[in-house]
């Protein structure tokens, strides 16, 4: 495996969640999960988008940069996740799901 200038090496290791849920912890205060999507309500593009829940499930109003700079760091520490569809990142487990709603089963 090859080392970056430091030594270390230059594959992702197991620690890269944990470090991402620390920091995005400090950086949203009172942060459990952060929904990511490409799917943005607002536009009518493809476009980064993430919805901060607090541990209760109420929504955190975040600032659009807040908000884009979370979803990248998350999207850059999962490339292969499939973004085409929405994920939860839980930040007291620093696990990625997958998190899209499937229409099954609600009776019409």
Do not use: N, Y
């Not at 990248?72 to 994920?87: G, S």
């Amino acid at each position: 495996m090859r080392a970056t200038p430091s030594g270390s090496p230059a594959c992702a290791d197991d620690g890269r969640p944990r470090r991402l849920a620390a920091q995005l912890a400090d950086m949203i205060p009172g942060a459990a999960t952060i929904r990511v999507s490409l799917s943005d309500p607002t536009q009518t593009w493809p476009h980064l988008h993430a919805i901060v829940k607090d541990e209760a499930g109420r929504t955190l109003a975040l600032g659009r940069p807040t908000a884009r700079v979370a979803a990248r760091w998350i999207l850059r520490v999962w490339p292969e996740a499939d973004w085409t569809r929405p994920h939860t990142f839980d930040l007291a487990l620093a696990t990625l799901t997958r998190s899209d709603r499937v229409a099954s089963g609600r009776g019409r």
